[in-house]
């Protein structure tokens, strides 16, 4: 069975890109699940898959938090990985479902959850915001605080890959330098900028739309808001970039890891010299086996056959 993807909110799950991606599992807070029903579920999920990998966004609340550690906790398992990212609630639904389609390929649990740190720098996570007087995950200017107060003024934000902010008409957020879609989630803000203006300089290969996650609001400090995340969308690409990797055992509770850090027990990987990012893949040609790896590694399925050329112009 494929290693188990679980989220904390069901807007986190979104629909999937085709049939052989699987679903998420949703694991509820505190406030509507007791302890008992929550370590059925998880136990539930280790039987039936192995190993479970847990995504949550930093903003989640602490209650909910402290009951996902309880769980692991009592359960003894160190075949959960609990995932705390700093992306916002769109770029870690993005990457829910990107790791949700690498968990039917040949790839073990550890490598799965280890290549969210991955994917992560390649996700382009904003949002058109109405104000930044509130915003306090991304660095923001006392000029820029400033002109927040002036009615109709509006910001581009990105918080990830690097943080950058931008005053809607006097500058443009810096994009990808690689073929993505965007997904957009639109708040109490009505703007067509980022499929009008941000898609185009971006130059996207798609848009597509959906529900803005309940916690983006908290996450970006206001309701006036549009979400929007650029992300790599070929499952192809995707595993050429995590089997790029060199692959490594960590020393401490023995699962398979890409990276400088265990996906598992957070251990980091002691040799620095192994510590590897791939290089090279988002500039690859179609060329040559890289389209067919992906497809034996899906059992045959033609999932995504764009190949690994994602540059623009490519």
């Not at 479902?97 to 280890?114: I, N, T």
């Not at 203006?197 to 739309?209: D, N, R």
């Not at 969308?233 to 060199?246: E, H, K």
Request: with cysteine; proline share 7%; charged share 15%.
């Amino acid at each position: 069975m494929p290693t188990a993807i679980a989220v904390t909110s069901p807007d986190l799950v979104l629909p999937p890109t085709d049939r052989q991606t699987p679903t998420a599992a949703l694991l509820p807070s505190p406030d509507t699940q007791s302890l008992e029903a929550s370590l059925a579920d998880m136990q539930g999920l280790l039987e039936h898959h192995g190993y479970v990998v847990v995504l949550y966004p930093a903003n989640i609340a602490t209650a909910h938090e402290r009951r996902l550690h309880t769980v692991r906790s009592v359960l003894e398992s160190d075949r959960i990985a609990l995932l705390k990212l700093d992306l916002p609630p769109l770029g870690v639904a993005v990457l829910v479902r990107q790791l949700r389609q690498l968990s039917v390929c040949d790839f073990s649990a550890g490598v799965v959850a280890s290549a969210a740190r991955l994917l992560s720098h390649y996700i382009y996570a904003g949002a058109l915001l109405g104000s930044v007087t509130k915003l306090d995950r991304v660095p923001v200017s006392l000029k820029s605080h400033a002109k927040s107060w002036v009615p109709g003024a509006q910001f581009g934000v990105l918080a990830s890959p690097v943080p950058q902010l931008v005053k809607i008409g006097a500058g443009e957020l810096t994009g990808p330098e690689f073929a993505t879609q965007l997904l957009v989630a639109k708040g109490q803000s009505q703007s067509d900028w980022p499929t009008t203006t941000l898609a185009p300089h971006w130059q996207v290969g798609g848009v597509e739309e959906c529900v803005l996650p309940a916690d983006s609001a908290d996450w970006w400090g206001t309701q006036k808001l549009i979400e929007f995340a650029a992300f790599l969308p070929d499952i192809t690409v995707l595993y050429q970039l995590v089997a790029s990797v060199r692959r490594e055992i960590c020393s401490w509770c023995g699962v398979e890891l890409i990276g400088d850090r265990c996906g598992f027990c957070s251990a980091p990987l002691a040799p620095p010299e192994n510590q590897t990012r791939a290089v090279g893949v988002l500039t690859q040609g179609s060329q040559g086996t890289q389209g067919g790896q992906g497809r034996r590694a899906l059992g045959g399925g033609a999932r995504g056959s764009q190949g690994a050329a994602v540059r623009h112009g490519s």
